[in-house]
């Protein structure tokens, strides 16, 4: 399908998005602690961002936990709310569960996030998939000053299905984003009433958290 065609059809038809929140990293940097179950306003992080993308899309998220034992550790806070998918063998990482996951979605398009997020704000993720609808793109990859976000971006299904296929070997989510062509935009491309910027924002540290939760807090 060329991209003129794809363009019309999507602006056609309702864009259909499912979210897909990535749950399968170590958190080495965070401490013993599941970074996934740290506390933002007395509610674990994954729970959160599950909430947030659920608003936002109005459907089931996927969370691709890596393994049965970590989806034993997020279960009790997330069942019967979502979806489980387990990393593919022949990866690791990010990609590794995008590819366990992307199986499980028979929409249009993704949205591609960690469950590090504590600040994800559903009117970035509608905007986000705003653009994607009107641009012949097969992913749409916020930046700012700190880089590009790969994951906090919407992704086209049949293009990600495609290179995961693929199996490979290049596991670098930039490699992910180049071999896609994938559209970029701005944070200060938002309007003024999606808060882009801190959206894309994730939480690496036990520092980092206590941060985040004083910002949200004042």
Known sequence: MNDEHNQ???????????PIVLAGGGSERFGPEPK???TVQDQPMIARIVDAVRAATGRTPV??????????????????LVRYRYDVEWGRGPLAG????????????????????PQLDPS???????EYASRPAAAIIPAN????????AVYDCRALERYCSQQPSDLRLQRLVSELDATVVQDQDAPDRVPLNRSVSNTNTQAELCAVRTRISD
Do not use: Y
């Not at 056609?12 to 499912?18: I, Q």
């Not at 969370?63 to 019967?80: I, R, T, Y």
């Not at 970035?124 to 705003?130: F, P, Q």
């Open 145 to 152: 000053d700190a880089g590009h976000h790969p994951l906090h």
């Open 124 to 130: 970035a993720v509608e905007w986000l998939v705003g």
């Open 36 to 38: 996934s179950l740290a």
């Open 8 to 18: 019309d059809d999507r602006n056609c038809w309702a864009v259909s998005v499912t």
């Open 98 to 117: 995008i590819a366990g996951a992307i199986g499980a979605v028979e929409t249009d398009a993704v949205f591609v996030c960690g469950c590090d997020m």
């Open 63 to 80: 969370v691709a936990v890596g393994d049965p034992e970590k989806q034993f550790v997020v279960d009790p806070v997330l069942s019967p």
